[in-house]
């Protein structure tokens, strides 16, 4: 079983117990029809990785704790902080945003921890839709999947509309034109192998980072005094009429929507885990650090935004066009020089924003394509010599034409809408990560495994973790479409925030009723034929009433008792232990002061 796929091993007793190591076949070892057509063993629930021959390419866990660590700062650094904090202020004030995305950030953190339990345990490509699939159903990993690859390919077209409001600063000129371009840049970079785009990401990544520190710094300055105006403003922006919470409860509960949406991309890290080197190290250490990367850039990114910028700014958010809050305040500490500056980061953090994206969109749809049912057309299982999906990648940036209809409706009301709809995937995604730990949980407790042998355990979340998750995440949903229905009906705006969720039941007990897939068990169980010829004869002898019965009540929830949680545990290889006595020699060296600084920054 390949590296690529998911190898399944046995556990081993100790999180680095390395007496138990076995050397797994590489990917030249598997026949590539074999592994295109779904013939090789599979983990369980995972999506596939591209099957690519070692000889000839390098997709063999090739993206490093550098690369994943700002993969992670990638998906939640993006349009959502630079653009759509400026639609949350205008439409729910200062208070409301900064209480909102505080919310939402704390939910956010405590389910990547839920989702390191099981990344880490069990590396495998799909991430938390394999755990979906695996540990609650996989009819609703199926319908889980679908909505995130649409989730992916809306929001690459989303990305390329807020390329045109960025554009707009500038000039009003077929602002059409920059989608385009960076359309095309973008199908070219993710179309060469995962290491263009995990280099691709890091240094995009990195140049956020750094933008988001000065601004953090001249926010300060400019509140305390150092602006054009030589004004000290301090609250005053909060004691405006109509501030500090705009629009009552359905301005507050609508910026729900928009924070979700900007943190949205942060459980893709997870998608990474078939890719990461030493997952059983790094995994962990890159979810334990994105609660400060969320208070760092998130919290006091948000806080100065409301101290230093008005909601009545003119322009902020409208049907046309939406300034960014940090192009506002790097105009205010000096020219218009420094606002086109920061929106050149801005710009550049779309092109990053739209990249990730678009690279785990196609690796959903590519996995789809070769899970055992195929749950898409097997077409878009197809690679090229470099192990890249290319046809599931056209179809994914495919998705991305809606970008072009802000020629009719408006740039700004335009990524409104789709806004909406990637902020609502977001919020399904992680309540689906809520309801595999809580299943994941239950059965390694059942099963009666040590804890101890969990290779990475938040404790202090322990038992009430997943149950937060799913029901905070599900209040949201709720209320957040709170402003659509209440004192005037937006038929637009409603389907923007709901239409998601019927989607996703009417798939889920399409394939549920149609398919009538079995969850995987550790128990023994029969082959595929004897199993129907079993159902066959068990039918024969029900009466009519009862089968009609049967049909309406099946469901394939797993059973905690007989879920196999010992396929596809990670176990620690040669080049993983290597990796670690490296990086302990560094920190025990004469400049491990500075290499655990190091390590704790990436």
Not at 131 to 158: H, I, Q
Not at 301 to 311: H, K, R
Not at 421 to 429: C, D, K, L, P, R
Request: proline share 4%; net charge positive; glycine share 8%.
């Amino acid at each position: 079983m390949s590296h690529e796929q998911g190898a399944a091993s046995p556990t081993s007793s100790h999180p680095y117990d390395a007496s138990k190591s076995t050397k797994k076949a590489s990917v030249s070892d598997l026949d590539l029809h074999d592994v295109e057509h779904g013939t090789s063993e599979q983990a369980i629930g995972a999506l596939p990785l591209p099957p690519v021959d070692k000889r000839r390419a390098g997709l063999h866990r090739a993206l490093s704790a550098r690369q994943v660590s700002m993969i992670a700062i990638a998906g939640t650094i993006g349009t959502g902080l630079f653009l759509g904090t400026g639609r949350s202020l205008a439409q729910g004030g200062p208070a409301s945003m900064l209480i909102c995305y505080s919310l939402v950030g704390f939910i956010v953190y405590i389910t990547l921890l839920l989702l390191g339990e099981m990344a880490t345990q069990y590396p495998v490509a799909g991430s938390f839709n394999a755990y979906a699939t695996r540990f609650f159903s996989p009819s609703y990993g199926f319908a889980l999947s679908w909505n995130y690859w649409f989730n992916d390919a809306v929001s690459v077209a989303s990305d390329l509309t807020a390329a045109q409001l960025v554009l707009q600063y500038w000039t009003t000129w077929h602002t059409w034109v920059i989608s385009l371009l960076f359309w095309v840049f973008l199908v070219t970079v993710n179309s060469i192998h995962v290491r263009a785009y995990g280099e691709l990401e890091y240094w995009l990544a990195s140049l956020k980072v750094v933008t988001v520190v000065v601004f953090i710094i001249l926010g300060i300055a400019v509140n305390v005094g150092g602006n054009q105006a030589h004004e000290y403003i301090g609250g005053k922006n909060w004691h405006i009429p109509g501030a500090p919470f705009v629009g009552g409860f359905g301005g507050f509960a609508r910026v729900f929507v928009t924070a979700s949406f900007a943190y949205g991309g942060t459980e893709s890290l997870g998608i990474t885990a078939g890719e990461t080197k030493n997952p059983s190290r790094n995994m962990p250490r890159v979810v334990k650090f994105v609660f400060w990367r969320i208070l760092l850039f998130y919290i006091l990114s948000i806080l100065l935004m409301g101290l230093n910028v008005p909601y009545t700014y003119p322009g902020l958010s409208n049907k046309e066009t939406t300034t960014s809050p940090f192009t506002i305040v790097f105009q205010m500490a000096g020219s218009t020089v420094a606002g086109s500056f920061m929106n050149t980061v801005i710009l550049t953090s779309v092109l990053s924003a739209g990249n990730h994206a678009l690279f785990a969109g196609t690796r959903v749809l590519y996995g789809l394509a070769t899970t055992t049912p195929p749950q898409a057309p097997t077409i878009f299982a197809r690679t090229t010599r470099s192990g890249v999906p290319l046809l599931a990648l056209l179809a994914t940036s495919s998705i991305s034409i809606l970008c072009f209809g802000s020629s009719f409706i408006g740039s700004g009301e335009l990524w409104g809408w789709l806004q909406n709809i990637v902020g609502v995937s977001n919020q399904i995604a992680w309540l689906s990560i809520g309801l595999a730990s809580w299943k994941f949980r239950r059965a390694w407790v059942r099963q009666g495994r040590p804890l101890s042998e969990m290779k990475f355990r938040a404790g202090w979340t322990w038992p009430w973790g997943p149950y937060f998750v799913v029901i905070t995440v599900t209040a949201l949903i709720i209320i957040q479409g709170w402003s659509s229905v209440i004192s005037k009906f937006s038929a637009v705006d409603f389907v923007s925030f709901y239409i998601e969720i019927p989607v996703m039941i009417v798939m889920y007990l399409a394939w549920m009723l149609l398919r009538r897939p079995r969850p995987a068990s550790s128990a023994p169980t029969m082959t595929p034929a004897a199993a129907s010829e079993a159902d066959a004869q068990r039918a024969e002898r029900q009466s009519v009433s009862r089968r009609i019965w049967r049909v309406l009540t099946y469901h394939d929830n797993v059973d905690v008792r007989t879920v196999d949680l010992r396929r596809d545990e990670h176990e620690e290889e040669e080049e993983d232990r290597a990796d670690d006595e490296r990086r302990e020699a560094k920190m025990k060296s004469r400049w491990g002061w500075l290499w655990k600084v190091y390590y704790a920054v990436v």
